[in-house]
């Protein structure tokens, strides 16, 4: 076996995570990737069994933000030379198939992607909009209920940062299907990694 990042450790069934924390608002613009599958794009997903359309609470109408990056390498096999090999994690079963694909707590992914788990550190006060509120959970509350059901939209995210930029990491972590925390304590933090470690040990 390997150790870091090598050849000797990379497998077809190993999912690949990403946890960011940060304390401000992101302000700077980037280069998008080639082939970038942005969140108001159409494509065709690594497994070959869907296409990906516009859709709640993915979509929204901003370009080369946090949250199409964190679509770009969810929809993108990262490693084609690999089988797509990952175990879909579908805790959520309502029956339809369709319907569970695109459930954001769900990640049906079987390609080698990229889930983001993302984590505010003092930024609570900024996810404000009373048409989004936060209520502390990803996938909980009037403001996760109103963009799964295209009541609400998401704020534009810009380069020149703002408050709206907090909702962005809120959205990345959907538009990945990881999970977004907004913590305000160490307390908070220490359940956020909690949570985190419990996923990975699902």
């Not at 494509?43 to 370009?63: A, E, H, I, K």
């Not at 972590?173 to 304590?185: I, P």
Request: hydrophobic share 35%; proline share 5%; with cysteine.
């Amino acid at each position: 076996s390997g150790s870091g990042n090598t050849t000797q450790n990379t497998y077809a069934c190993r999912a690949s995570y990403h946890i960011m924390m940060t304390d401000g608002i992101w302000n700077e613009a980037v280069t998008a990737p080639s082939n970038f599958r942005d969140d108001a794009s159409t494509f065709d997903l690594p497994d070959g069994l869907r296409s990906y359309t516009s859709r709640t609470p993915y979509y929204d109408s901003q370009n080369n933000t946090l949250a199409d990056l964190a679509m770009h390498y969810w929809a993108t096999d990262l490693r084609p030379g690999l089988d797509n090999e990952l175990t879909a994690f579908i805790p959520f079963k309502s029956g339809d198939a369709t319907t569970d694909y695109w459930d954001p707590r769900n990640d049906p992914a079987t390609w080698q992607h990229m889930v983001n788990f993302m984590m505010g550190l003092g930024l609570t006060e900024a996810l404000s909009m009373p048409t989004i509120p936060w209520e502390g959970s990803t996938h909980k509350g009037a403001g996760y209920n109103a963009l799964t059901a295209g009541t609400a939209s998401w704020p534009a995210a810009s380069a020149t940062g703002g408050d709206s930029n907090v909702y962005d990491l809120w959205h990345a972590a959907l538009n990945s299907r990881g999970e977004f925390f907004s913590v305000d304590s160490p307390e908070a933090m220490v359940q956020a990694f909690d949570d985190i470690l419990s996923r990975w040990n699902t």
